[in-house]
């Protein structure tokens, strides 16, 4: 079994929960309102800014050039590609550059980004990609999972199409690739850190998305 492949069996418990979480349950069924929407795309716009940091510094680690353009080009495609993705949702829901400046990260925000920023710097490359693979795997996934059943004419359409999209999977499956040529390489050590940082990761992104669900704001 591949590494990637026992990581996802592993954390399939915590999977099938972010799966089923109200969040995605009423995306999916386009009931999610559109407060809880918005402070998502806020939030999330905030959080890009993280992971697309986190990655360049990947690229800098990486110890081959085919993977500084990998990670070099994520950092792109979260900073410009996603975020046009939010830009259009901003404008519907008429949040202006000065209100998005002027939004706090909410307490999980802060959390996941401190967490990848501080992982990105202080561990080693294969731990670092464990940690950022969520990101992009269980968005992949969840993309895919509510796109299948998906409401018809659903507000978020866009978003699900995104992360449904052959584009986006094109490039989570090279991240998965490279996950597993690094981890066939590394020490038991490195392999058990890799594993501790994809779950610490993974329950930050049921964080993330619960936070948004209940419109977190901090409590002082
Ligand atoms: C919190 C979160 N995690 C992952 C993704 C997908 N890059 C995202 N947009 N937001």
Redesign the pocket.
């Known amino acids: 079994m591949s590494f990637t492949a026992e990581i996802w069996q592993e954390n399939a418990a915590l999977f099938e929960t972010i799966r089923t979480m109200p969040f995605n349950q009423e995306l999916a069924d386009g009931t999610l309102s559109q407060e809880r929407f918005r402070h998502y795309m806020i939030q999330?716009a905030h959080?890009?800014i993280a992971?697309g940091r986190a990655l360049a510094v990947a690229a800098a680690k990486a110890d081959n050039t085919d993977e500084i353009v990998q990670f070099a080009h994520g950092a792109h495609t979260?900073i410009i590609v996603?975020r046009s993705l939010h830009a259009d949702f901003m404008e519907q829901f008429n949040v202006s550059p000065a209100t998005f400046a002027a939004t706090p990260l909410s307490p999980a925000t802060h959390h996941?980004s401190s967490y990848l920023i501080a992982t990105a710097w202080s561990a080693s490359y294969p731990v670092v990609l464990a940690a950022l693979l969520p990101?992009?795997w269980i968005?992949a996934e969840i993309g895919r999972d509510i796109l299948a059943r998906a409401a018809k004419n659903n507000p978020y359409d866009s978003w699900i199409s995104t992360y449904a999209g052959e584009e986006f999977h094109a490039a989570v499956r090279g991240v998965i690739a490279t996950v597993d040529r690094v981890a066939s390489v590394a020490s038991a050590e490195t392999r058990r850190d890799m594993h501790i940082a994809y779950t610490h990761a993974a329950k930050l992104?049921w964080m993330?998305w619960d936070s948004a669900y209940r419109l977190e704001q901090w409590p002082v």
């Open positions: 999330d959080y890009l992971f979260a996603e996941y990101c992009f968005y992104e993330f």
